[in-house]
C-alpha cells in the first residue's frame, strides 16, 4: 500500500506562482513513476507532468516551460513548481505514484485556483 498526502494548493492571481508537494508512504520497496495531475469541473483528469524512477520527466504541452516537476528519491516525494499561472490552470491537483508491483495509488487532491 501506499499513502499520498499533497500539500501547497491555494488561490493565486494570474501570472503568479505556486508550489505543490506530495509525500509518499507506506509498505513498498520502490516507486517507479511519481507525478500530478490535475481534473477541471465537468473535465477529465488529465497529466500534467510525471518522472520516472531514472529521472525522465515528461509535462503536457499546456504546462511545459512554466511548471517544472521535482523528485527526491531518497525521502519518497515529488513537488510541482508552478509559474506563470493561468485561469486554465485551476483545477484540482492529484499526486500519482506507481509502486514496484505496478499498482498506482492517488492522494486526495489539492485545489489551485488562479484568479484575480
Known amino acids: 500500500q501506499v499513502h499520498l498526502v499533497e500539500s501547497g494548493g491555494g488561490l493565486v492571481q494570474p501570472g503568479g506562482s505556486l508550489r505543490l508537494s506530495c509525500a509518499a508512504s507506506?509498505?513498498?520497496?520502490?516507486?517507479?513513476?511519481m507525478g500530478w495531475y490535475r481534473q477541471a469541473p465537468g473535465k477529465e483528469r488529465d497529466l500534467v507532468a510525471v518522472?520516472?524512477?531514472?529521472?525522465?520527466?515528461n509535462y503536457a504541452a499546456s504546462v511545459e516551460g512554466r511548471f517544472t516537476i521535482l523528485r527526491d528519491y531518497g525521502l519518497n516525494t515529488v513537488a510541482l513548481q508552478m509559474n506563470s499561472l493561468q485561469p486554465a490552470d485551476t483545477a484540482i491537483y492529484f499526486c500519482?505514484?506507481?509502486?514496484?508491483?505496478?499498482?498506482?495509488?492517488w492522494g486526495q487532491g489539492t485545489q489551485v485556483t488562479v484568479s484575480s
Open positions: 500519482n505514484a506507481v509502486a514496484n508491483w505496478g499498482t498506482a495509488y
Open positions: 507506506g509498505s513498498y520497496t520502490s516507486l517507479r513513476n
Open positions: 518522472v520516472t524512477d531514472t529521472g525522465i520527466t
